[in-house]
């Protein structure tokens, strides 16, 4: 069970950081205004990227 919990504890972290992050970009748009020339794609890129360094990590 440990086993599982750290492969998912960090996948989660940030997911949830990407989804702060969008609410921010949405409600301060002035500040986070780079974020909008970045493509959509680039965000689910990013994410599955870290995915699968965090599984590498982990499983030695």
């Known amino acids: 069970m440990r086993e599982i919990l750290s492969i998912f504890t960090p996948v989660i972290a940030t997911i949830a950081t990407a989804y702060i992050m969008a609410v921010l970009g949405l409600v301060l748009p002035e500040v986070f205004g780079v974020l909008e020339g970045i493509p959509q794609w680039m ?3 990013v994410l599955l990227s870290l995915t ?8 030695y």
């Open 43 to 45: 965000w689910t890129a």
């Open 52 to 59: 699968v360094s965090v599984y590498k990590y982990r499983c």
